[in-house]
């Protein structure tokens, strides 16, 4: 763990593409998604979506599309439509951000789910394809980080697997608010276990159709996050 000096850094994730059973993430692009995700985040509770974001929300899809735009070529950070594969209709985006790759060392975030993407397995697994990809290439860590007062960001994380690793107050201005900011965290050690955590709840939701129950993925992730008191200082 501590020499690292045969370390190769991994590939920077512009122009990837992630494909999984319920979903796929493709850059984001203004002209094919731009109509589909405005009518997707203008649905019933959609609003409160932009709370804890440093922008949005839009009063009209064309300033809508004017931001989508101004984000698409950027390669830090690196978004994400996500495309419900069933109607093949965008409903979330999603990015890479503060990408190091000479440090192994990537985050996910501006985590934007419409209404119709919230609370389902395919934003489940949206996120499992990217934290997937940036393991499976490489990175030594994988990064959350959300506004402190974000409740159901900070339990989104855990749920998922990364580990809570503090706070860092009065870390940012947004919308002329304070931000604190809570950090989490999973590390390249940890996969293993998340991935096969993943993929036991990916089969329990299989079974609801012949009446099984889906597991908790909590419950799944939860043996495996770290805790701060379990930290040795030498």
């Known amino acids: 763990m501590g020499d690292l000096s045969n370390f ?8 990837i593409f992630l494909e999984g059973a319920l979903v796929r993430l493709e850059a984001v692009d203004p002209e094919r998604h731009g109509d589909e995700l405005f009518s997707a985040n203008t649905q019933t509770g959609g609003q409160e979506n932009w709370r804890y974001l440093p922008y949005g929300p839009f009063a009209d899809l064309a300033s809508y599309r004017q931001w989508l735009a101004s984000i698409k070529d950027r390669p ?5 439509a996500i495309i419900r594969k069933k109607d093949n ?5 999603a990015s890479y ?21 919230q609370r389902t397995a395919e934003a489940t697994e ?4 990217m934290m997937g990809w940036a393991f499976e290439a490489g990175y030594r860590r994988y990064e959350w980080k959300c506004h ?8 989104a994380a855990q749920r998922l697997g990364f580990s809570y690793e503090g706070v860092f107050r009065q870390a940012s201005i947004s919308k002329g608010q304070n931000r604190d ?5 999973a590390i390249d050690s ?13 089969a329990s939701t299989t079974g609801t159709k012949t009446g099984q129950s889906p597991q908790s993925l909590s419950r799944l992730t939860r043996p495996v996050l770290f805790k701060l008191d379990n930290f040795e200082f030498s």
């Open 190 to 202: 940890e996969w293993p276990a998340l991935k096969a955590a993943f993929e036991k709840y990916f």
């Open 89 to 93: 209709r965008a409903v979330g985006v």
């Open 148 to 155: 402190a007062k974000n409740v159901k960001s900070r339990k």
């Open 181 to 185: 900011t809570a950090w989490f965290a």
């Open 76 to 80: 830090d950070p690196c978004f994400f």
């Open 97 to 117: 951000l503060r990408i190091q790759p000479q440090d192994g060392s990537i985050e996910v975030g501006h985590i934007h789910f419409s209404p119709l993407l």
């Open 126 to 129: 949206a996120m499992y394809l």
């Open 8 to 15: 190769v850094p991994p590939p920077h994730p512009k122009g």
